[in-house]
């Protein structure tokens, strides 16, 4: 008999005399104990103080409130978010798959019905975690789409979003775009009105083996709603009762992206998206269905935006909002669960400097899975632009891939719940997006109020307060509005086709076009004089005092495509080819210099001077001043006017 251990190849007591010896460890560990407790009230006189100094002689009581962020008419982030403001909120959230929803749809990780497609067609069983990677293809090229599909199943993708008409796929050509496409493992939703969604319909007739999760795309309020035009809704339900024959296979799409496309904030979407959701059920339920099963037709899509904690919790939002119509209509708990399809924001996606758009979309889109989004499309960065090409899908795809298979983003249910901040935001936008809804109905529903233009004047209204962040740089855009490439190549790409018509009915905006517009009458005007239009910037003393005000004022005029050479004093101006001078310095020297010289640079021929500082220096002979906060676009358009730019 050995005595030899088996593992170590080595006798008992060399053995034991390699265990190593427990840690002490104490039996209470109080985190940060050597500390003393800090108070609210502590916390607000420190911030008191900074403010102070920083200019700030009267402040808010409390004084946090000078630090509020707007991120909707009537919701405001705070600087600082404790127990005490989970205090008032309402009692749980619940569990993930159970009402109310806020913590997801699903008891457990994984996008519902659907499974991870292989190069050879296989499934692995569905991802264990994460959502449903849905691409979405408009190319009008059947070939280039079938050829993008391929390379999208084969590499990550789990499903496909197919638009569909003029400009796009065309109608008559689904059926061989799908050739080779599994649909018992990748769901299929197609975007186009009743053509497409028949056109789907007819292609899988009889087939019992489709992919959940797949739709028909019908949505014919958001068509009302882009097109001004009315809508006929009584066709829904026959359409509807064709698809649930195919189990898991929807038939309408709620798309709130059309308000926000629009400029409405995630209070006017989520509030018109119940109102649409509810128009959906009483034509569902008219034309013969159940409450039940009309519930089960929706599928509800939402922009999803930079601001990731905004857009976390207005999905948990959503989820509970919905949950809260379910309830009241008379619906079952099972068929109350809002299905969610996340579409990062095309209002913030750029054409300039196109590539930042990497960034946006990745924070949108962790936002997306960390708020329970079921299915989520990355737009690739260059959609602005137009059609994509095989680049910016791979981008796409794979910023999705990461986020689920390195970044393991799904395994955890409701990730951010439990966050003071988190949960406060979500019922603040939970209470003022159902304020709206109930607004709306009681305007007579989403169809009357767009027709008497209460939807398009409350969308206009917080648009107009957004713009005007975006005008003074609060809301900065980094590559546009910030720290712009006057000298970048952007790629050349096909044109998109506009999916929904914008006639008469609600507009479309991006957050980038007002200086975008601005810096394409720049480079116009080069092209056609082949000088770029200029702003001179007149520097005032050593190069330690005027460097930050000139990186400053170069910043903001470069945002509107103009150059910006500089010189001490006026000497330069004549060589800068331009008549407008911007002086920069300090404001010691301003006081003793900037006056003087104004009058020189106005002798050497400009005819608009500019002072980087605030209007309080008051200095004589300047026309205008560019300070941080300033409405950088009028400045900018008061710029183009004089140098005779034209948009």
């Known amino acids: 008999m050995s005595t030899t251990d088996e593992t170590t190849g080595q006798g008992p007591a060399a053995a034991d005399a390699e265990v190593p010896a427990e840690h002490a460890v104490p039996e209470d560990l109080v985190l940060a104990g050597e500390f003393d407790a800090v108070t609210r009230d502590q916390w607000r006189e420190l911030v008191a103080g900074v403010l102070r100094k920083a200019g700030r002689e009267e402040l808010p009581d409390p004084v946090e409130d000078a630090l509020r962020r707007p991120v909707a008419p009537g919701v405001t982030v705070a600087p600082l978010y404790t127990a005490e403001d989970a205090g008032d909120l309402p009692a749980g959230a619940g569990v993930p798959g159970l009402p109310p929803f806020v913590r997801g749809a699903r008891p457990a990780g994984g996008p519902a019905g659907s499974a991870e497609v292989t190069a050879s067609g296989g499934a ?9 990677i849905r691409q979405r293809h408009a190319h009008p090229d059947v070939a280039t789409t079938k050829e993008a599909i391929a390379a999208d199943l084969e590499n990550g993708v789990t499903s ?14 689904l059926g061989e775009v799908l050739t080779d496409v599994y649909l018992d493992l990748a769901p299929v939703a197609v975007q186009g009105g009743q053509a497409a969604a028949e056109a789907f319909l007819d292609l899988v007739e009889g087939r019992t083996d489709l992919a959940s999760g797949g739709s028909l795309g019908l949505d014919p309020l958001g068509v009302e709603a882009a097109s001004g035009e009315r809508q006929d809704l009584s066709g829904l339900a026959g ?23 629009a400029g409405a904030s995630v209070v006017e979407e989520l509030g018109c998206s119940l109102a649409a959701g509810v128009a959906y059920l009483r034509a569902l339920t008219d034309g013969g269905l159940t409450l039940d099963e009309a519930a089960a037709q929706l599928e509800f899509r939402y922009a999803a ?5 905004t857009t976390i919790a207005a999905l948990r ?13 008379g619906a079952s708990p099972e068929a109350r669960a809002q299905r969610q399809h996340a579409v990062t924001s095309s209002v913030m996606t750029t054409k300039r400097d196109p590539w930042v758009n990497m960034l946006r979309t990745t924070v949108a889109c962790f936002a997306a899975g960390v708020g329970g989004a079921d299915a989520v499309t990355v737009q690739p960065f260059d959609a602005a632009l137009g059609l994509p090409d095989a680049f910016s899908r791979r981008i796409a795809r794979n910023t999705q891939n990461l986020l689920v298979e390195e970044g393991h983003l799904g395994r955890v249910l409701d990730p951010a719940g439990g966050s003071w901040y988190v949960e406060s935001l979500t019922d603040e936008l939970a209470r003022a997006a159902w304020e709206w809804f109930t607004e709306i ?19 206009a209204q917080a648009w107009d307060a957004r713009a005007q962040r975006l005008a003074t740089r609060a809301d900065a855009i980094t590559g546009v509005s910030e720290f712009p490439h006057l000298t970048e190549k952007l790629p050349a790409r096909q044109p998109a086709a506009e999916v929904l018509p914008a006639t008469g009915g609600l507009p479309r905006v991006r957050a980038a076009q007002e200086f975008e517009a601005l810096r394409d009458a720049a480079d116009a005007a080069e092209q056609s004089t082949g000088t770029r239009p200029a702003v001179y910037l007149a520097t005032l003393g050593p190069i330690a005092r005027h460097t930050a005000r000139a990186t400053f004022a170069a910043n903001l005029f470069q945002a509107g495509g103009l ?3 500089s010189g001490d004093g ?6 800068a080819g331009t008549t407008v001078a911007c002086i920069c310095g300090t404001d010691k020297d301003y006081a003793e210099h900037a006056a003087a010289l104004a009058a020189e640079l106005e002798a050497a021929g400009a005819t608009q001077v500019w002072l980087a500082g605030k209007p309080d220096l008051a200095v004589d002979g300047v026309d205008g001043y560019v300070f941080a906060g300033c409405d950088a676009l009028a400045a900018l358009r008061t710029v183009h006017e004089q140098l005779g730019v034209r948009a």
């Open 570 to 575: 006026p000497g330069g101006l004549a060589g």
């Open 124 to 132: 692995e069983g569905g991802a264990s975690g994460g959502w449903d």
């Open 160 to 173: 496909l979003w197919l638009v569909l008409g003029e400009g796009a796929v065309p109608v008559d050509a």
């Open 563 to 565: 150059a910006t050479p």
């Open 317 to 329: 939002a959503a989820r509970r909002l919905w949950d809260r119509v379910g309830e009241v209509s």
């Open 441 to 459: 109905e009681r305007a007579g529903g989403l169809s009357a109020a767009l027709a008497s233009g209460l939807v398009r004047d409350r969308i």
């Open 239 to 261: 359409l509807a009762r064709r698809a649930a024959a195919h189990a898991g296979l929807r038939s309408v799409v709620v798309d709130g992206t059309v308000f926000h496309d």
């Open 305 to 309: 935006s930079a601001d990731q904690f």
